[in-house]
């Protein structure tokens, strides 16, 4: 059974940082061959990618948080992470782990991120 479990959320400042990891469980399918991502939805609005990493190590992010959230993956240990820095609180929102292979998309439960004014 596929499954993508979020960690790292919680409350911070604007200016501060948090760590989101994911850690995938994929029914025997490497995870190197995985593309995965984050995406987010803040309340009112719709999902939105926010960066994602394929399987070859190409990177994309959203232009918002360009320069402020860096992805990267660790495919021995099924992970997936986004460092974020320089929060603003218009990067409130409940982030997704995504996760795509042979056609099909996963996505996890989301984790809250929340940052103060």
């Known amino acids: 059974q596929v499954r993508l479990v979020e960690s790292g959320g919680g409350l911070v400042q604007a200016g501060g940082s948090l760590n989101l990891s994911c850690a995938a469980s994929t029914s025997g399918i490497p995870f190197s061959i995985w593309n995965v991502g984050w995406h987010r939805q803040a309340p009112g609005k719709q999902r939105e990618l926010v960066a994602d990493i394929i399987s070859g190590g190409s990177i994309k992010y959203a232009d918002s948080v360009k320069g402020r959230f860096t992805i990267s993956r660790t495919n021995a240990k099924n992970t997936v992470y986004l460092q974020m820095d320089h929060l603003k609180p218009e990067d409130t929102a409940v982030y997704y782990c995504?996760?795509?292979?042979?056609?099909?998309?996963?996505w996890g439960q989301g984790t809250q991120v929340t940052v103060s004014s």
């Open positions: 995504t996760g795509e292979v042979f056609g099909r998309n996963y």
